[in-house]
């Protein structure tokens, strides 16, 4: 934390601990919905910042929930998975090195995990079967490697490929949710 003009500014490390997420807090349809459509906001600008920035971009947070992620995925473990989900897109808002993008991020990042949480529950169904379950893991990982290369390696579409993602995910969780009442769980 740090001070500046009458304000305290948060770090971008403060965006990574979930110790004081509350983890029964249930989420609406709305909710969910308006939280999808400030998430893409601020992704798509945080790419965009990232990829046209004149300075090296400090990518160790986002290097090291995709790592979280890869190793979560190799356990089955869906909590871990929905964490590092969560610090892996808020990493990117982080990256940007932008103190309000930053801020914003803060004061959503329950939010964040929230949203992850009930999209992993879908995504990462639970099945009886093991490889079922790994390829669960599989489809919803697919998406974090190939953002991650293009990250890393500075490709100029991973802004589109973000986009693209974004709108199918959305859309396959709409629909998922058209079945389910206006209250969603985050258990």
């Known amino acids: 934390m740090r001070c500046g003009k009458g304000s305290y500014v948060l770090g971008a490390e ?34 965009e910042l990232i990829i046209t920035s004149k300075e090296p971009v400090d990518l160790k947070y986002f290097s090291a929930a995709y790592q979280g992620l890869v190793e979560a995925t190799k356990a089955l473990d869906a909590e871990q998975y929905t964490i590092y989900d969560a610090k892996f897109h808020l990493s990117l808002i982080a990256a940007t090195g932008n103190d309000k993008l930053i801020q914003i991020a803060q004061i959503f990042k329950n939010d964040f995990y929230l ?14 079967d093991q490889e079922k379950q790994r390829e669960h893991f599989r489809e919803a990982m697919s998406y974090h490697d190939q953002l991650h ?3 890393t390696s500075g490709a100029e579409e991973s802004v589109d490929l973000q986009k693209r993602f974004f709108a199918r995910n959305f859309t396959r969780l709409s629909y998922y949710y058209k079945k389910e009442d206006d209250g969603l769980s985050t258990r």
Do not use: G, P, Y
């Open 14 to 47: 403060e965006l990574f601990d979930f110790s004081e997420v509350n983890f029964t807090l249930e989420m609406t349809k709305k909710e969910f919905q308006d939280i999808s459509v400030l998430r893409e906001m601020l992704e798509e600008k945080a790419l």
């Open 115 to 128: 949203f992850q949480h009930e999209s992993n529950k879908f995504l990462l169904r639970n099945s009886e």
């Open 149 to 151: 290369e293009a990250i």
